[in-house]
């Protein structure tokens, strides 16, 4: 029986990349695993969904080559900066990298005796990486690479997940205007442009979806949320469970600085999940989880390893399971964050269960495994 782990559930993951398919008049899918498939664990699920996907992306050579290495066949694309040394092992590997300086993309060039696939970024708006929308003559300088092939080209929303659209709209537009300029020179096979929020929300007419957060089952802002047409499932849960519970009086003092004091006699009980598990420490005296389908609030600060929830109208035993998150958007707000944060900073310390058609077909733990020999 684990104690601290996210449960992440494969069949959920599919229905919504086919909800967001289908409502996209099947326009084929990039699903994108950076940060360790924003925290739920990028090889087992790439490995899992590759059947229903077209392209892989991810945000590191490294995270990349684990793909490759775990037998991903389908194209990987690195969304950043990779060095020259790493240029060449994608080379290697097969990994297609971004495309958004021109010198840069020489030196790279120049160092590769192999083919390598390049994917243009235009700076349309979100102002990171890209050639800006109006360099098309160093975009058509590009033509005369010789190692590196452009097969695809992108640009980034930066506002899709707010109400008022006329920003992607103009991002939209001066992309399709760079892109007229230099499509059929460079031979661009494939053009992506929308990223999740993009690909739930309006219109947009792209060869794929670059579609992250709501693969996992997660609106990419509120507003979204509440005025969205697809019905995207939440795909996992981050369970602990009850280490201890005892009955306190009135006027006792909670966890570091004490900076909770019992207004009345309570029952605590003992949670075995800290900051080092990722659960921020800002959640201190304000954090709810769920026991036994009621809501406990964290009492006191959180610890490195453990924290403190008011369970005194809750019936409870040592080992019953806490769900932490269970309202992620609200527990993402109290701290001013969003739930690509609170993902993304699940610790290696939980384990990461895999289930599908209700079973458990995989448990990864990755503190054992690096130990392992
Ligand atoms: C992270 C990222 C995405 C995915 O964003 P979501 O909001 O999670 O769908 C798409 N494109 C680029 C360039 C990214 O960096």
Do not use: W
Request: with cysteine; charged share 30%.
């Amino acid at each position: 029986m684990l104690t601290n782990y996210i449960e992440i559930d494969i069949d959920k993951i599919i229905n919504n990349i086919e909800k967001v398919k289908s409502m996209n008049n099947q326009t084929p899918i990039c699903a994108v695993v950076k940060a360790n498939a924003y925290g739920l664990g990028a090889v087992p699920i790439a490995t899992y969904i590759e059947d229903h996907i077209s392209y892989f992306a991810v945000a590191r050579y490294s995270e990349a080559k684990a793909l490759r290495l775990s037998g991903i066949i389908k194209p990987i694309l690195i969304l950043g900066y990779v060095s020259v040394e790493e240029a060449i092992e994608c080379a290697e590997y097969d990994i297609d990298i971004c495309i958004f300086d021109m010198d840069y993309t020489f030196e790279i060039d120049k160092a590769l005796n192999k083919k390598l696939n390049g994917h243009l970024a235009i700076d349309t708006g979100h102002t990171r990486l890209g050639f800006r929308n109006y360099e098309t003559q160093k975009i058509l300088s590009l033509k005369n690479l010789k190692n590196i092939r452009i097969r695809g080209a992108f640009t980034h929303y930066a506002t899709a997940d707010e109400k008022d659209t006329s920003f992607s709209k103009l991002q939209t537009k001066l992309f399709e205007e760079t892109i007229s300029n230099v499509r059929d020179e460079l031979n661009i096979e494939n053009i992506h442009i929308a990223n999740s929020a993009a690909g739930i929300s309006f219109d947009v007419k792209s060869d794929m979806i670059r579609l992250g957060i709501s693969m996992y089952g997660i609106y990419p802002s509120d507003y979204l949320k509440d005025t969205s047409s697809i019905d995207l499932e939440k795909t996992f849960r981050f369970m602990s469970r009850i280490a201890f519970v005892k009955d306190v009086k009135k006027g006792t003092p909670i966890s570091y600085g004490r900076t909770f004091y019992t207004k009345k006699d309570m029952k605590i009980a003992t949670v075995p999940i800290g900051y080092a598990d990722g659960y921020f420490r800002a959640f201190s005296n304000i954090g709810e989880v769920l026991v036994n389908g009621e809501n406990a609030r964290v009492c006191g600060r959180v610890c490195m390893d453990q924290m403190m929830i008011d369970v005194s109208n809750i019936k409870c035993k040592i080992g019953d399971e806490v769900e932490i998150y269970y309202d992620i958007y609200k527990e993402a707000n109290k701290i001013d964050t969003i739930a690509y944060e609170l993902m993304t900073s699940f610790d290696m310390r939980l384990e990461r269960v895999y289930k599908k058609d209700g079973k458990v077909v995989k448990v990864d733990d990755y503190i054992g495994e690096i130990y392992e020999d």
